[in-house]
């Protein structure tokens, strides 16, 4: 018997082979995808924090006006803790870039090498790797760097400036605009005396704390001379892409979970399908004496076989070099991290390889289970009847009525039409939210940055240059779902041409940006409590209004309240906005950031999701159709009988397709009018957790050209799944009725 049970499931792949393939292809697709983003996601995790631990990442560092002495640096170490210098310099190239060059790291954030070696020679120099592959700089090429020629002596990336931008409050990276680069301790003086620096040497330092080392002591010693103190874990610099992909963890799982049921019903339509044509045959068995374990085994074997080799095939692909590119190299291109590692974790591959397999084998028990509970004489007449199908209808034309009682008897393929719609739109929409999330920061970052220049001030000149506008501004944190986000507050003097007018006045009160009530689900007359970055002391403030203003996290005070905030006097100003370059001495300035750097870093954003928007968009594309096909394809074969027949009375092509598929054309088109904005919905209650770590604001609302886009792809995959199903409908005789006669 088991020799015949093998030869019946051979003939049965070999019968349907096109279907099982979907099926096959699906699982494949499934398994990639969840594979494929948990996997590079884990390999990502770790690779970030062995390189962590083997090149001593800070714990923490902080900022200066002066630099310590050594007395003070004994004190520091006396607390058990670690301190080193990481003292840098901005030079700007031709190209506009700007490098900041350090010293060589003895012990405390040392330098990666990927490519080459460190610096030995004064004229040798060893750039970050994101600022090098932007620019096409390879270990032998020179540089020239304040008149001086030096020749790359390797590539390589710092765990302190994994996020690789020039200030922690900007919102992106990019490699074109900003860099890191270290030479030997003399080359660097050479370079600070050159007069070719474009700002006031930063004196940052890096600590490493002890056993029984606080962060708060460090602090607390240091507070009155501190311009910024930063812990690792609230640095937007530090491990950045651990906390990206921990959502894409969690994205991916769930989108297993959902992905399993989908595969759950569909097989459970097959079963049923599978179970109904041969009933008559089972029936048969039955009554021959063959026992329900020996069918069961039967009718699972080919469904999970199936599963189970296409969820090999996609946990391997998930697991390949290929995946790690094309599912993880957005962060590998984006952070300045060293090579990926693949690692393999075996909960994964077991998740991969055996659920979908189990999956199949628990919907089919359970189905077939529920099938031959009926007597071997019920199954020989044909089994279970779907009593559904004989609903009385009012009078309507044939074909409507016909049409309604095709969708009641194959409710359970329409409903997993409908599923798979579903499922399919929230994979699209979650691409397509990064792709309006992304066009949206890109253009407001266009539109509400008036300035064409930002200094930020280490030391203020005697008097305020002409044609610029002074502010006192800040950088506080909040904490938004785990994770720290950086929030700019800037004190304004009435009529800032450069900024919205705000109506908030004294210490107390505030104006929020459009972005970050968006992002914190503020309101006016919420309190907005903000923790200051330096003392690490809390403020809170009353929301008087909501400007709209979506470059950044932004909050806005008058330049009166700002001061008292921070403790100032009623002349101080740390930054000064300006419409043209100002003639500004290199140690009173801290920073520059001009207009056309903000807007480029605000098109980085489109440039880093583009891949996610591709992959979403063509997975939910593929799913969709692969669903589609399998579910209409099982309709038209259960309908195989009456089809030949319907050939029998004359009926011809276009009429059985009127008949037959257009009633499902009407679930699918009236399916899509509400699953659009559903799975819309259901993707904006999501979404904001997967950007959690972002700053930026979360307008990702679609315009009604972009629903209607979507609808029309939903039609349009109907169309396309309409016209290959026509070709196996054309093929259907009417020999079938001889075939199937009692």
């Known amino acids: ?294 069918l069961l085994t039967q009718y699972t074997m080919l469904p999970v076989l199936i599963c189970f080799t296409g969820g090999i095939i996609g946990t391997i692909l998930g697991y390949s070099p290929l995946a790690l590119s094309f599912l993880g190299g957005e962060t590998y291109n984006y952070y300045s991290i060293p090579e990926i590692e693949i690692c393999c974790r075996p909960a994964l591959i077991l998740y991969g390889t055996a659920v979908p397999a189990v999956t199949a084998y628990a919907v089919n028990w359970l189905v077939i289970r529920r099938r031959l509970g009926e007597t071997a004489l019920s199954l020989i007449r044909g089994g279970m009847k779907e009593k559904v199908s004989y609903v009385h209808l009012r009078t309507r034309s044939f074909v409507r009525n016909f049409q309604i009682r095709r969708i009641l008897r194959e409710k359970r393929s329409c409903l997993a039409i409908l599923a798979g719609m579903l499922i399919s739109l929230l994979v699209l929409d979650l691409g397509l939210n990064c792709y309006v999330l992304c066009k949206k920061i890109r253009r407001s970052t266009m539109k509400d940055t008036k300035y064409e220049y930002m200094y930020q001030l280490k030391q ?128 009173q300035i801290y920073t520059i950031t001009e207009k056309k750097d903000v807007i480029k870093t605000g098109a980085v954003f489109m440039d880093l999701m583009m891949p996610m928007f591709f992959t979403m968009t063509g997975c939910g594309i593929l799913i969709f159709l692969i669903v589609l096909y399998q579910m209409v394809k099982v309709m038209i074969d259960r309908a195989s009988h009456s089809l030949s027949l319907m050939r029998l009375f004359g009926y011809r092509d276009r009429e059985l397709k009127r008949l037959y598929l257009n009633g499902c054309f009407t679930v699918t088109g009236a399916g899509a009018v509400f699953m659009v904005p559903l799975a819309k919905w259901i993707m904006d209650q999501m979404y904001p957790s997967f950007v959690a770590n972002i700053a930026c604001g979360l307008d990702f609302e679609w315009e009604w050209q972009l629903y209607f886009a979507v609808y029309m792809g939903v039609i349009i995959c109907y169309l396309i799944i309409q016209a290959l199903v026509m070709g196996k409908l054309k093929k259907i005789t009417p020999e079938e009725v001889l075939k199937q006669r009692e």
């Open 1 to 294: 018997m088991g020799k015949i049970f093998w030869k019946r499931t051979f003939r049965e792949l070999k019968k349907n082979f096109l279907r099982y393939f979907a099926l096959w292809m699906l699982v494949i697709l499934s398994m990639f995808l969840v594979v494929g983003i948990v996997s590079s996601a884990q390999s990502t995790i770790q690779t970030i924090n062995q390189t962590a631990e083997e090149d001593h990442l800070e714990d923490g560092e902080f900022t200066l006006a002066v630099p310590l002495g050594k007395e003070a640096i004994q004190n520091i170490e006396k607390m058990g803790v670690t301190v080193e210098a990481v003292f840098s310099l901005d030079l700007k190239q031709k190209d506009n870039s700007v490098i900041r060059v350090m010293k060589n790291r003895r012990s405390i954030n040392k330098i990666h090498i990927s490519q080459g070696r460190e610096a030995k020679q004064e004229d040798e120099i060893a750039v970050e790797r994101i600022y090098a592959a932007a620019h096409h700089l390879n270990p032998g090429d020179t540089i020239t760097l304040a008149d001086k020629t030096f020749t790359i002596c390797g590539i390589g990336t710092t765990g302190d400036y994994e996020l690789c931008v020039q200030n922690p409050s900007d919102a992106a990276a990019d490699g074109d605009i900003f860099g890191t680069a270290f030479v030997t301790p003399e080359a660097y003086e050479n370079l600070k005396k050159s007069g070719a620096v474009r700002q006031s040497e930063d004196l940052t330092y890096a600590y490493h704390l002890g056993k029984d080392a606080d962060a708060d002591e460090v602090r607390e010693y240091l507070s009155g001379r501190l311009l910024r103190f930063e812990t690792a874990e609230n640095n937007p610099r530090i491990k950045p892409a651990n906390g990206d992909v921990q959502i894409n963890i969690r994205a991916g799982l769930a989108a297993g979970v959902i992905v399993l049921m989908m595969l759950a019903f569909v097989i459970s339509v097959f079963v049923v399908h599978s179970i109904d044509k041969e009933s008559s045959v089972i029936g048969t068995l039955y009554a021959m004496g063959v026992k329900r374990k020996e």
């Open 460 to 587: 203020t000149p005697d008097t305020i240059p002409k044609g610029s506008e002074p502010a006192y501004a800040e950088t506080f944190s909040k904490e938004n779902m785990g994770y720290e986000l950086n929030l700019t507050v800037i004190g304004l003097k009435k009529n800032n041409p450069f900024f919205p007018a705000v109506k908030s006045h004294g210490k107390d009160e505030i104006s929020v940006s459009s972005s970050v009530a968006q992002k914190f689900h503020l309101e006016k007359g919420d309190t907005l409590t903000l923790k200051d970055k330096a003392d690490g002391e809390n403020h809170s403030f009353t929301v008087v209004e909501i400007v709209s203003y979506n470059s950044g996290l932004t909050c806005f005070m008058d330049i009166d309240g700002m001061r008292a905030v921070c403790g100032r006097g009623p002349e101080d100003y740390n930054v000064l906005y300006s419409d043209h370059s100002l003639d500004l001495k290199a140690g």
